[in-house]
Structure formats: structure tokens, C-alpha cells
């Protein structure tokens, strides 16, 4: 079993930052493209950050130059780094990752549970 693990998530007025942290553990044999999505009410999960395992990273148009994310391969975990945050930033962030468990043959898809950012005006 493999479980994702957010933190981070918090009200913050628009201009803050705020860093979100997801770390994976259970029977991990290893793991490749970690990612953040997000889902605003009303509106669909859409991608937000990716990074491969080889750290080459892709952002959605509406975050360029105000997010980065990054990951600690020892311990399995990612992050995002959000700064001059807007009130459109606000949604439920969703980690996500492809991973391989020990004695299995195929990469599976998993999510964690979901933070929530709100960005005040």
C-alpha cells in the first residue's frame, strides 16, 4: 500500500506565500513524475506543477515565475512553493504520483487526500 500525505494548505491574504508538502510512504520501489493539481469549486481538477525524476519541470500558464516545485528523492516527497499568491489561486491542491511498489510490474497513478489554500483579497 502506498499513501500520499499533504501539508501545508492555509488562508493566506493575496501577495503571500505558502509551501505545500506531500510525502509518500509504503512498499515504494520507486517513484517518477510527482505533480500538484487543484480544483476551485465549481470548476474542474486542472495540473498545476509537474517534475519528472530527472527534476525537469512543467507549470501551468497562470503560475509561471510565481510557483516552483521541486522534490527530496530520499524522502519520497514533494513540494510546491507558492508565492505572490492571488485570490485565483484558491482551490483544493492535490498531489499526485507514479509509482512502481517492490514486486509489482506496472506504475500506478495515486493521489493524496487534498489541502485546501484559500487567498483572501
Known amino acids: 500500500q502506498v499513501q500520499l500525505v499533504e501539508s501545508g494548505g492555509g488562508l493566506v491574504q493575496a501577495g503571500g506565500s505558502l509551501r505545500l508538502s506531500c510525502a509518500a510512504s509504503?512498499?515504494?520501489?520507486?517513484?517518477?513524475?510527482m505533480g500538484w493539481y487543484r480544483q476551485a469549486p465549481g470548476k474542474q481538477r486542472e495540473l498545476v506543477a509537474t517534475?519528472?525524476?530527472?527534476?525537469?519541470?512543467d507549470y501551468v500558464d497562470s503560475v509561471k515565475g510565481r510557483f516552483t516545485i521541486s522534490r527530496d528523492n530520499a524522502e519520497n516527497t514533494v513540494y510546491l512553493q507558492m508565492n505572490s499568491l492571488k485570490p485565483e489561486d484558491t482551490a483544493v491542491y492535490y498531489c499526485?504520483?507514479?509509482?512502481?511498489?517492490?514486486?509489482?510490474?506496472?506504475?500506478?497513478?495515486?493521489w493524496g487526500q487534498g489541502t485546501q489554500v484559500t487567498v483572501s483579497s
Open positions: 517534475i519528472t525524476s530527472g527534476d525537469n519541470t
Open positions: 499526485n504520483a507514479h509509482i512502481i511498489e517492490r514486486y509489482q510490474h506496472q506504475i500506478n497513478n495515486y
Open positions: 509504503g512498499s515504494i520501489f520507486v517513484i517518477s513524475t
